[in-house]
């Protein structure tokens, strides 16, 4: 870990290979849970995997926020979490551009963050990729049944008598509740009724290892893009302006999963159409939010599906894909190493201009909510 604020921590990855990309990958996960569904166990580590690619690899461990967050929206987010951890992984890698990548919430971020450098002529984000990332919030799934005036009005003080911040515990419940038969009916089956032990199992760990949300950043979020789908629309105001998607002209690929519950397929498929005047690459991989994203090659599990088109609709594209067993990693690695520059020797986290603080993964993700 080489920087650390009052927002996130960079984390810099030792090189596994000599030579490295001179073009960084930066990565932004979700703040509604810890970076670290990236690099469980060595077996399914996204980010050993990326290094193992030849890429220069950081991620963003965002603090989780306590009472004294309450006030931070998007643009804290914009300028103290996007613009500072580019700033900050340029001058550690001495690079002059940077290759992003926004999961989840931090996908549509990032979004909205490219909009706004595009707006002010920033190119330091070379290409950008998003997985299960959703910007156009018209068909976005159950989520929506959670996003009502009502819903929302009952929210509010709730909120306020946490301190200001949403429970991690809370947000749990909620994405809980959208998969209940595999998420909390059958462990009450199993371990409440029939008495057996829950099993040993990472991606559980991690899914009850919540964080908490910003009163103002959470109301924000349900309102302007569930509520509203303002940020498609282009009246979303963020840093300043309103974001306008069709400003982004820089190469983008898209992620999206088949069974996904919280970024349906159809959403992020309209997502990546909403960036009409970029370079869009679409896959869709089999599985959900999460297993279909952390899929490593090795595991040679599900399938995922390429088309270089991108149709008025997802059935249109659908029926001209062409289907892959196994992971989509490979591709999306070719893809990425087309835009990361040329070779250069490996960059040591030890010998940057930002000297390390600790380990990783740092202190942040260790707070527990």
Known sequence: MVWRDDLFELIQYDPATEQQRRIPLLIFPPWINKFYILDLQPENSMIRWLSSQGFTVFVCSWVNPDVDKAGYGFDDYLRKGVYRAVEKALEQSKAEHINTVGYCIGGTLMGAALAHMAEHKDDRVAANTFFAAQHDFAEAGDLLLFTDDPWLNALAPQMDAAGGVR???????????????????????????????????????????????????????????????????????????????????????????????????????????????????????????????????????????????????????????????????????????????????????????????????????????
């Open 167 to 369: 429970p991690g515990a809370a947000m749990a419940e909620t994405f809980n509740a959208l998969r209940a038969n595999d998420l909390i009916w059958s462990f009450f089956v199993s371990n409440y009724l029939l008495g057996k032990d829950p099993p040993a199992f990472d991606l559980l760990f991690w899914n009850a290892d919540q964080t908490r949300m910003p009163k103002t950043l959470h109301m924000d979020y349900l309102r302007s893009m569930y509520g509203k789908n303002a940020l498609s629309k282009g009246e979303f105001e963020i840093g300043g302006i309103r974001a306008d998607l069709s400003k982004v002209r820089i190469p983008l690929y898209f992620q999206a999963s088949r069974e996904d519950h919280i970024a349906p397929m159809n959403s992020v498929y309209r997502s990546a159409r909403a960036f009409p005047n970029a370079d869009v690459t679409l896959t869709l991989a089999g599985s959900g939010h999460i297993a279909g994203v952390v899929n490593p090659p090795s595991a040679s599990k599900y399938q995922h599906w390429i088309n270089p088109a991108l149709p008025a609709t997802l059935a249109e594209w659908q029926a001209g894909a062409e289907e892959h067993p196994g992971s989509w990693w490979n591709h999306w690695a070719e893809w990425l190493h087309a835009r990361s520059g040329d070779w250069i020797p490996a960059r040591d986290p030890k010998t940057g201009p930002l000297k390390p603080l600790e380990p990783a993964p740092g202190a942040y993700v260790k707070v527990r909510s």
